[in-house]
């Protein structure tokens, strides 16, 4: 089964067409990385999924129900307001610059959307929260401000604040790009974790050798395009695209 199906997606901004007829399926479970050099779209794509940023055309599917279609006039329909509420339900976003709320304790952070989006008690969301905090390695956090963690902790908050809200699919936007090499470590070692309970996952990401090795599948964008996709041995050993050769012999030098 699909959670997500994105087809023939375009995207401009002003002339400059950033997305062209870019189509990427995700299966329940499945862990897809996105490569690419920088401008190729990556981000934009990821920032359309999440509604961040409205598509020209094409389609945008979430389990049975389409957040966007192409209509008659050639221009994307987004859904009713109903479906969409639906829809934001279905994701959990984690940034590359972890867009915690400043002035919320980590606690607050990871429980605000649980009691004022999904209606559950406050009693609930803070149990739930200070087990995933738990397991985060983060208990002792939960009343500290984002300004008392590390870049490291900071994220794995981030992670925590998305996972809390158990959705269908978890994205992944350069989750490591403001990171140190030690704390890159620490941020991938959690994600990898999630692979192991089956999370399925989006992840946006220059970390070439956690791709190969965690990835269920690859896409290669670049120009806007997809240039190649397949398993991570097909991209990384066996790719059939002198663009995906040349962009990862830079990575293997």
């Known amino acids: 089964m699909n959670v997500l199906e994105l087809n023939n997606i375009r995207k401009s901004f002003g002339d400059l067409e950033v997305l062209r007829n870019i189509t990427v399926t995700v299966a329940k479970s499945e862990v897809v990385a996105i490569i690419g050099p920088s401008g190729s779209g990556k981000s934009t794509l990821l920032r359309c999924a999440t509604m961040l940023e409205t598509i020209d055309s094409g389609e945008i599917k979430y389990l049975d129900d389409y957040a966007a279609r192409t209509g008659p006039d050639g221009h994307a329909v987004y859904s009713d307001a109903q479906?969409?509420?639906?829809?934001?339900?279905?994701y959990g976003l984690v940034f590359q610059n972890f867009n915690l709320f400043p002035h919320y304790s980590v606690m607050k952070n990871v429980t605000d959307a649980m009691i004022s989006v999904q209606k559950r008690t406050r009693d609930e969301a803070c149990t739930e929260a200070l087990e995933l905090l738990k397991k985060m390695g983060l208990s002792d956090k939960a009343d500290n401000y984002p300004y008392q963690l590390s870049g490291g902790q900071q994220q794995r908050a981030s992670i925590v604040r998305a996972l809390a809200l158990k959705p269908e699919v978890l994205f992944f936007d350069e989750p490591t790009s403001a990171l140190d090499p030690e704390l890159t470590g620490e941020v991938l070692k959690v994600i990898?974790?999630?692979?192991?309970?089956?999370?399925?996952?989006?992840?946006v990401?220059?970390?070439?050798?956690?791709?190969?090795?965690?990835?269920?599948?690859?896409?290669?964008?670049?120009?806007g395009v997809v240039i190649e996709q397949g398993t991570p041995d097909d991209v990384?050993?066996?790719?059939?695209?002198?663009?995906?050769?040349?962009f990862l012999e830079r990575y293997n030098q």
């Open 236 to 246: 990384f050993n066996r790719s059939s695209q002198d663009r995906t050769r040349r």
């Open 83 to 90: 479906t969409m509420r639906r829809i934001r339900g279905c």
């Open 205 to 223: 990401t220059h970390e070439m050798q956690f791709a190969q090795h965690v990835a269920d599948k690859v896409y290669f964008m670049d120009e």
């Open 192 to 203: 990898r974790g999630l692979t192991e309970e089956n999370m399925t996952m989006v992840i």
